[in-house]
């Protein structure tokens, strides 16, 4: 099983080489707003820009301002490298103001062979929906008018089938840590997600499906039940923090992050008219702190706490991600009424200040668990 979990992680280790071999036009992009299935169904791979490359950020600082959050100073870093010069072009949401100076700043410094920014409203109601589908119909335009390719409904009906396909591999992953019969390692799961959008799609839904034959195949029966922890909060990428959560004899068994639920939960309506669908499966994803109604993400929370059993939250925060922080004494007042304790860990992607997080972690969970 070992190998089989290696050669999923694989996939996104080895990703950017993987994607200069293969000979098919690419379009990267750093929101899970991004309707994938478009760019699949115009004959591009869809890969998610992760940041995790840039070693060096103070000329993407220079330009942006040091007071961004470390993903973005990290992407924008990684842009002015050249890393993504093999790309055919790059999506932007409008997911948080910071997220709107990174398209401006990337598309004047960087000139992408082609840019689009998708609007993507704050607001739940029947306007916003009318307007974000108009969205959705104007990137469809954008793609085919700068590529010249047609987007049929054959080949949106073809996309749409393949990433339900992930989403419900995934989802199967999660329910089996749900019952606790596996022994996956919480930062296992966490390279596991991150392989999801790395772009092999085909490849990554094969090995997912072996690795969860083999997993339902041999499930095992815990003696006891460990104390569980569920991970939420802006964009998280730390093997390390959830080792040290682990350290502690806690597992991770959630995490309400985009490399987690918030990427897969749900399906894309098969049986509808497909552009509606998909504009509606990426309007309805309303647990990101983006969005206005902190309520829609509370419950979303609370129900994902009482189906996990989960024993206490490790709230994330990535430094300057204000959306994140301001969502957070709500979030924490909430949870402990429910009486969940929630312990707020701010860090950057760089995570220099891991060993002060491990200290902190350990005596949260320590003080619950002996
Ligand atoms: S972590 Fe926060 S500030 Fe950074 S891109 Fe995400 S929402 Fe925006």
Redesign the pocket.
Known sequence: MKEMVERIVELNVSRLDALKAVDKPKIGW??IYTPEEILYAAGFIPFRIMGNTASNTSEAGALLGNN??S??LNCLGEGMNGVYEFTDGIVFVD?????KR?HETWTHQIQPKYSFFLELPKALNPVSRDYFRMQIRRMIESLEQHFGCRITEESLREAIRLFNETRRLLQRMHDLRKQDVTSLTGSELLNIMKSSTAGMRQQYNQELSLLLSAMEAQRETKKTKPHKVLICG??FDHDNIVDAIEQTGAKVVCMDITNGVKYFEGEVDEHRDPVEAIADYYFDKAT???MFESDIRLNHLIKLIDEYDIDSVIYF??K?????SMDYPYIQSKLSEKGTPVLLVEGECSMTNIESIRTRIHTFLETMMY
Not at 320 to 324: E, G, Q, S
């Open positions: 750093t929101s961004y959050c993903y973005l997911e948080c103001d910071w997220r990174l802006s964009y990101c702190a983006r925060s990535l300057f991600c204000d959306i994140y």
